[in-house]
C-alpha cells in the first residue's frame, strides 16, 4: 500500500483547495455571523434536544469557528471534521427534517465535503499533525 506522500501534488492541491473553500464558506456563512452576532443567535437557534439555546449555540460555534480552522491549518484534520459532520447531521435530520434534498442542498453538500475531508485527510499541504507524523514513521 502507498503511503500519502507518494501521491501526485494535484492530488494536494485538490484536497488544499477542498479544505480551504469549504473552511471559508462554512466561517462567512454559518460560524462568524453566529460570533459577531451572538446574542441574537440565542434568540434564533433551533434546540432540538430541549438543552437550551445556549447549550445548543456553543457545539455549533466550535463545529464552524474552530474546526474549519484547524481544518484550514490541516492540523488533526480528520478529527476536526466530525463535529462538523455531527452538527450538520442534526440540521438536515432533526433541526430540518421537512426540507427536500433541493432545500438542504447547502448543508448536504457541506455534510459531503466534510465526510470526504474525514475520510481523506488534509493531504501534504499542511501544518505538522499527527497523521503527519504516522506516515513519517512509516505507518499504513
Known amino acids: 500500500m502507498k503511503h500519502s506522500l507518494s501521491q ?9 483547495f ?21 446574542s441574537e443567535e440565542l434568540t434564533r437557534i433551533e434546540d ?25 491549518l490541516g ?9 462538523i459532520i455531527g452538527v450538520l447531521l442534526v440540521a438536515m435530520v432533526f433541526v430540518h427534517p421537512d426540507w427536500s434534498v433541493a432545500e438542504g442542498q447547502f448543508g448536504w453538500l457541506l455534510l459531503i465535503i466534510f465526510t470526504t475531508l474525514a475520510l481523506t485527510g488534509a493531504g501534504r499541504w499542511r501544518l505538522f499533525s499527527a497523521e503527519s507524523a504516522e506516515v513519517s514513521r512509516g505507518a499504513d
Open 8 to 16: 501526485p501534488p494535484r492530488i494536494d492541491a485538490g484536497l488544499f
Open 48 to 72: 432540538p434536544f430541549g438543552l437550551g439555546a445556549y447549550m445548543s449555540l456553543l457545539p455549533a460555534i466550535f463545529a464552524e469557528v474552530v474546526c474549519p480552522l484547524f481544518i484550514l
Open 18 to 38: 477542498l479544505r480551504l473553500t469549504a473552511c471559508l464558506l462554512l466561517l462567512h456563512v454559518h460560524g462568524l455571523p453566529k460570533i459577531f452576532h451572538f
Open 75 to 83: 492540523v488533526f484534520t480528520r478529527l476536526a471534521c466530525l463535529p
